[in-house]
């Protein structure tokens, strides 16, 4: 294990046109072969950085006891070898306590949205479900959005991918 290389080059790098104008079995293998390279490129680079998580403890630990500032962004020197380590934070607000707050500000004729980020939604099965009187109350204020269709090719004759 001295070389552990992948080589891009070794890819075909075919055009969004060219892609559309494979036979349907090769455009039926290509998409499955990337998608299955793109499962195990996720999964690798979770198993990477664990691997520099445990390799790196000692560096990582001794940055963050300086303080948060210094350890979203930081670099590690190993010898010839540099690491920029980001660690990013994300905040998570409890939304049951959050909701008791709201409540609490409404029946002090406060204004929620001047303190939070307010955002109403029903849940689809919830408004299928609902009398039609209802819906029919709600109907001004839903919109349904049209995204990028995915594609999963699968085979429904004898021929296997």
């Given at each position: 294990?001295n070389?552990l290389?992948?080589?891009?080059?070794?890819?075909?790098?075919?055009s969004?046109s060219?892609i559309?104008?494979?036979?349907?079995?090769?455009l039926?293998h290509?998409?499955?072969?990337?998608?299955?390279?793109?499962e195990?490129?996720?999964?690798?680079?979770g198993r990477?950085?664990?691997a520099m998580e445990?390799?790196?403890?000692?560096?990582?630990?001794?940055?963050?006891?300086l303080?948060q500032e210094?350890?979203?962004?930081?670099r590690i020197?190993?010898?010839?070898?540099?690491?920029?380590v980001s660690?990013?934070?994300?905040i998570?607000?409890?939304?049951q306590?959050?909701?008791q707050?709201?409540e609490?500000?409404?029946?002090?004729g406060?204004?929620?949205?001047?303190f939070m980020q307010v955002q109403?939604?029903?849940a689809e099965?919830d408004?299928?479900r609902?009398?039609?009187?209802l819906?029919?109350?709600?109907?001004?204020?839903?919109?349904?959005l049209?995204?990028?269709?995915?594609?999963?090719?699968r085979?429904?004759?004898?021929?296997?991918?």
């Amino acid at each position: 294990m001295n070389h552990l290389q992948l080589q891009q080059a070794a890819l075909p790098d075919l055009s969004v046109s060219q892609i559309s104008r494979l036979p349907k079995d090769q455009l039926a293998h290509f998409s499955n072969a990337v998608q299955q390279l793109n499962e195990w490129t996720l999964q690798m680079r979770g198993r990477i950085n664990r691997a520099m998580e445990i390799r790196y403890a000692d560096q990582i630990r001794h940055v963050e006891c300086l303080g948060q500032e210094e350890a979203a962004k930081f670099r590690i020197d190993d010898g010839d070898l540099q690491i920029d380590v980001s660690q990013p934070k994300e905040i998570v607000w409890d939304q049951q306590h959050l909701s008791q707050i709201a409540e609490r500000m409404v029946v002090a004729g406060d204004r929620v949205q001047d303190f939070m980020q307010v955002q109403f939604s029903v849940a689809e099965q919830d408004y299928a479900r609902w009398h039609p009187l209802l819906r029919a109350a709600f109907q001004p204020a839903r919109k349904e959005l049209i995204t990028e269709p995915t594609f999963q090719i699968r085979w429904v004759g004898d021929v296997q991918l």
